[in-house]
């Protein structure tokens, strides 16, 4: 195996991990959002920002709700809370 090929094959191990610890941080935020009382919740993390989409409660969300969430977010990622997208699902 060629240097190139060894560091190639390194660079994908990396790039995994990577994709699969979003997964497990997308996944954990999700379980923690839906223990707060939430009926469902999925969660996408970009490069710079986090989008949130919950299901929300009768009413809709509070700014409450959007604080319980964002902190939920900020405790298990590096997001800042100007990163933090929460929307309705509808």
């Known amino acids: 195996m060629s240097y190139s090929e060894s560091s190639k094959e390194a660079e ?5 991990e990577q ?5 497990l ?5 999700e379980s923690l959002v839906i223990a ?8 996408f993390m970009g490069a710079e920002s ?3 989409v919950v ?8 700014a409450t709700d ?3 969430i964002k902190d939920i977010v900020i ?3 590096d997001y800042t809370a100007e990163q933090i997208k929460i929307m309705e699902a509808n």
């Open 12 to 16: 994908s191990a990396v790039e995994l």
């Open 19 to 23: 994709i699969v610890q979003t997964a």
């Open 25 to 29: 941080s997308e996944a954990q935020i």
């Open 36 to 43: 707060k009382g939430y009926a469902d919740c999925v969660v």
């Open 50 to 52: 986090v989008s949130v």
């Open 55 to 62: 299901a929300p409660p009768e009413g809709g969300l509070t």
């Open 66 to 68: 959007a604080a319980r």
């Open 75 to 77: 405790s298990e990622t």
